[in-house]
């Protein structure tokens, strides 16, 4: 069988653009210069790809996504920026990723096995891990972290320089003004925390000792009534010998717009 890429005649594939074994290409789908697409990838019909972008393997784009597209920033001026995808990730209808900007580090990337529903948007300078899941139409602005196993509700908004926690459950048609926790389900128009994503993380299969140590940490953090220095404090003695809530206490620390409880 033969691994050579297939394109489709209706489309129009740069010569510049670099297609990986078997990849598909479907008509009407518009691939520019300075483009890498890994191998066995899909890319359907009628979806954009523009460079400097590399994408990784196994990728699904479908119709009408643009991915590589130039940033939406008043202050973009052309200048050379990328974006970067990693492995096994699915965009769904009408995705749109934009490349970075020069203020913001000019890379935007993505990393692996992410599924991103029909017209969910990621803006410039963005890293988001891997393992996460943005519902139909869940917004990104720019300069916003996701970090791995995190899931962004439908048509939630994530206010710029905002970071979401690892394994983080944002509730649909949330808005996001600070950091939102790890772990934690984060919810609401200006949201607001409502403990532990127990369920979430059973399905993730944490162990019963972690859910329960994250339980008695966000107790301390956000019930005890303490003032923030001390909760942490009191965390680190009791619970901090969990690695989750080692994670949970420094999310808490480096944080520069606050978190959202």
């Known amino acids: 069988m033969s691994r050579q890429p297939q394109i489709h005649p209706m489309s129009v594939v740069d010569p510049g653009a670099v297609l990986g074994e078997a990849t598909v290409v479907g008509a009407y789908s518009v691939i520019g210069p300075d483009v890498s697409i890994g191998a066995d990838c899909m890319i359907g019909p009628h979806a954009v790809i523009e460079g400097?972008?590399?994408?990784?393997?196994?990728?699904?784009?479908?119709?009408?996504?643009?991915?590589?597209?130039?940033?939406?920033?008043?202050?973009?001026?052309?200048?050379?920026?990328?974006?970067?995808?990693?492995?096994?990730?699915?965009?769904?209808?009408?995705?749109?990723?934009?490349?970075g900007t020069a203020g913001g580090g000019g890379v935007t990337r993505i990393g692996s096995g992410n599924l991103l529903m029909a017209g969910s948007h990621v803006a410039h300078d963005c890293q988001v891990g891997s393992g996460v899941i943005f519902a139909n139409a869940a917004t990104l602005a720019g300069h916003v972290t996701v970090e791995d196993?995190?899931?962004?509700g439908a048509f939630s908004?994530?206010?710029?320089?905002?970071?979401?926690?690892?394994?983080?459950?944002i509730g649909g048609y949330s808005v996001i003004t600070q950091d939102a926790l790890p772990f934690v389900l984060t919810v609401g128009n200006r949201a607001r925390s409502f403990g532990i994503n127990v369920i979430g993380l059973e399905r993730k299969k944490f162990s019963p000792?972690?859910?329960?140590?994250l339980k008695r940490a966000y107790r301390i953090l956000f019930r005890s009534?303490?003032?923030?220095?001390?909760?942490?404090e009191r965390l680190d003695a009791e619970v901090g010998e969990c690695a989750e809530v080692r994670d949970l206490a420094a999310f808490i620390r480096d944080s520069e717009r606050g978190v959202i409880r």
Request: charged content about 25%; overall charge positive.
């Open 52 to 99: 400097p972008s590399r994408i990784g393997a196994r990728c699904r784009v479908f119709p009408f996504a643009c991915l590589g597209t130039p940033p939406q920033d008043l202050k973009y001026r052309g200048e050379r920026t990328t974006l970067e995808i990693g492995d096994d990730n699915t965009f769904r209808e009408g995705v749109t990723v934009h490349r």
């Open 149 to 152: 196993g995190a899931t962004v």
């Open 157 to 169: 908004g994530v206010h710029q320089f905002c970071r979401i926690g690892q394994h983080a459950y």
């Open 209 to 213: 000792e972690a859910i329960q140590a």
């Open 225 to 232: 009534r303490m003032a923030q220095k001390e909760a942490l």
